[in-house]
């Protein structure tokens, strides 16, 4: 308990990415409502717009985490590890669900985690090349 402790407390990223994974798993462990739900457009774009959301953030956070440690390696093996950790993190995430009332786990639910995996990736490389574009020209 002790080291983990350290290894939080010694890094700020640490403790977003322990926030931001424990946000996602309070959201996760609300029950679902035992009557039909709505169908409409709407509602499916903010039910899959979250897990988009959630995903994203939780990649650029990995990201930034996991290239403190890994500073001598390509971006692209950091952005590979941060996206299976991530991916792997919406598969346990969607077996929690299984077992909260009135939940499920649904596969389709994780290509959600995905694309917003992907999606996070995706906005630190082209926050990267805009902050390198803006140094090239001072």
Do not use: C
């Not at 792997?88 to 985690?113: C, L, N, W």
């Amino acid at each position: 308990m002790i080291i983990f402790r350290r290894f939080v407390n010694s890094f700020p990223w640490g403790k977003a990415l322990l926030l931001w994974m424990l946000v996602i798993f309070y959201f996760s462990s609300r029950p679902g409502s035992p009557y039909p739900t709505d169908t409409s457009l709407g509602y499916f774009l903010e039910r899959k717009g979250a897990h988009v959301f959630e995903y994203a953030v939780l990649t650029v956070i990995l990201m930034v985490f996991l290239r403190r440690f890994f500073q001598k390696e390509p971006l692209y093996g950091v952005a590979l590890l941060a996206f299976f950790l991530a991916a792997f993190y919406g598969v346990t995430d969607e077996i929690h669900q299984y077992f909260v009332p009135f939940r499920g786990a649904k596969m389709s639910d994780v290509g959600f985690d995905i694309l917003g995996a992907v999606l996070g990736i995706s906005f630190v490389y082209i926050a990267r090349g805009l902050f390198l574009r803006g140094k090239k020209h001072q």
